[in-house]
């Protein structure tokens, strides 16, 4: 079985649902940079089903961010078909995902995210639930157990594809451990040897470097890349390279890096609203872009102060004009 959408290589590079981090502009970039597919942040299937104006906004997405999958979570198997058919109805992405694996208090407390997996019934009514109510493919997310003592992501990846998962993505971490610990590889390799269906590798993708080695390690039909891409869309790139056997490409210099911030920011004033709130949420993107750079720590400083983009704009200046009076 194939993954539901295609890939310039033979593994596919898939961005992250990252709560806050993959918003529409940022998938936007990422898409733009390399990555093949992209996932929404998680929704609440709850106030989907309830149609909470902040939780639609978060579906929404632009036409070039395809191929997009929406993901959404809840316990309830009568609200998460509910929701299922809401996304598909209204906003036709090119799938469903599920999430499994959130290890937040107060999703796990309601047995969302990976509260659901001390429960492997729910889960494959859950799943079923989902399909029954959509006509695009359903795909799974999830980590490799509650705790150390019932870790057994074998196990649990093949009652998701007994229950009809078109993917599955694992993320080699119990939720006991957050986000602590190394993910484990061998994991995601014994998941593939044992499913039919596509697995994706998720889990301490750092550099390109790392979908090559992820991929060599597991056999995995497609690599998540979550926290390696904060700051670093890059990396969607440089893994393309690798993977069409071509050496890396230069790494992006100060002036690159701003260039993107700002085309990044001036995304998220124009989908988010030119809002203070925009403003606000968006100074942890450019404390990463700098990540790396000469002097990175005052300047991050610095952009976590700012107001407004035109701001942060004048500080990407005043921190290139040296530079540029020495080359
Ligand atoms: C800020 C943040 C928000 C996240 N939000 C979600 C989410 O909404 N849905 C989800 O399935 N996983 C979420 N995750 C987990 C990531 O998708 C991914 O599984 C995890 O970060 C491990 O991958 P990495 O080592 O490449 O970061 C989140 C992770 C981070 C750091």
Redesign the pocket.
Known sequence: MRLPYPSAHDVALIL???????EAPFRQVCRAAGADVV?S??LSSEAIRRRIRATLEGAEFEEHERPIGI?I?GADPDAMAEASALVTEHYEPEFI?I?F??PVKKVVQRNG?SGCLREPELVAKIIRAVIGATHLPVTV?TRSGWNEESRDPVSIALRMQDAGARAF?L?A?TRTQM?GGR?SWDEIARVVEALDIPVIG?????HAEDVVRMRAHTGCAGV??????FGNPWIFRDAQALLAGEVLPPTPDAAERFRVALEHARLALRLQGDTRKTVMEFRKHLGWYTKGLHGASDLRQRLFQVESIAEAESIFVSYLQPLEQVA
């Open positions: 992250a649902p990252m709560a806050g981090v993959s996932i942040e998680f993901q979570y995902d999430n694996g959130c995210g997310k993505t993320h971490r986000f993910a998720n889990g301490d993708v750092q998540m890349v979550g926290r390696g891409a």
